[in-house]
């Protein structure tokens, strides 16, 4: 099983809104990533978790916070986001974040911020 | 810093055509190279990754690449593309040893006329 799962696939959300975006992967990988994906663009890394530990974050701002609660699930709360946040956010895993191995993604989250 | 060109931004062929989609990258030490799909409305897909050994990589659905190291380069090839085959392609470097995992080119959207 090479699946990455997310939910929900799309979410409206205003302004003043909390949510939280989730990821799962059962392929027992210890590497799990946060990316966001504007229309026609490459994807772009926002969070790195390695061994359910944060271990990059670009600069990513702070209505953005990610949390790893075990080895399969990742989460996004947004909170206060802008209408430019709008876009695909994917999630994808790896064996380890150390050493190279490929990342498989899921199907992302449409967001869009009204 | 690593980055990766893609110089074709949208190509068009029709079916049976061959194809050869470029990539080059920056960085000048060892390298990951992997070729990810993007069919509209679905996830980024892995089509094959080379890591070492054999230059030329067989892939899914009958794609094809060649890491050349003089040149930095790791086109991706078709011999006859179809009409399926139309989707977002994009070529992404890692290093060994980075957690950031992978830089992506800007992609490539190939349409195949039936």
């Known amino acids: 099983d090479t699946e990455v799962t997310q939910t929900p696939k799309h979410l409206v959300m205003g302004m003043t809104n909390k949510k939280s975006l989730k990821c799962e992967q059962h392929m027992g990988h210890r590497a799990m990533y946060w990316y966001k994906q504007k229309a026609k663009k490459p994807p772009e890394l926002m969070f790195v978790?390695?061994?359910?530990?944060?271990?990059i974050n670009e600069s990513v701002p702070s209505r953005f916070s990610p949390e790893c609660p075990n080895s399969s699930l990742l989460n996004l709360h947004l909170h206060a986001l802008q209408p430019e946040d709008s876009a695909l956010y994917l999630c994808a895993s790896s064996q380890t974040s150390a050493v190279a191995y490929e990342q498989y993604f899921g199907p992302g989250t449409r967001l869009t911020v009204t | 810093a690593q980055s990766v060109s893609q110089h074709n931004h949208h190509v068009i062929l029709s079916e049976a055509a061959s194809l050869e989609l470029g990539c080059n990258y920056s960085y000048g030490g060892t390298v990951n190279l992997f070729w990810y799909v993007q069919y509209p409305g679905q996830h980024l897909q892995l089509l094959l990754k080379?890591?070492?050994?054999?230059?030329l990589v067989k892939g899914i659905k009958g794609f094809e690449a060649e890491f050349i190291k003089s040149k930095f380069s790791f086109n991706l090839r078709k011999p006859s593309v179809q009409w399926s085959d139309t989707a977002e392609y994009f070529c992404?470097?890692?290093?060994?040893?980075?957690?950031?995992?992978?830089?992506f080119g800007s992609g490539t959207q190939l349409t195949v006329l039936p």
């Open positions: 992404a470097v890692n290093r060994p040893g980075s957690a950031r995992q992978l830089t």
């Open positions: 080379y890591f070492s050994g054999d230059p």
């Open positions: 978790y390695s061994y359910e530990k944060l271990s």
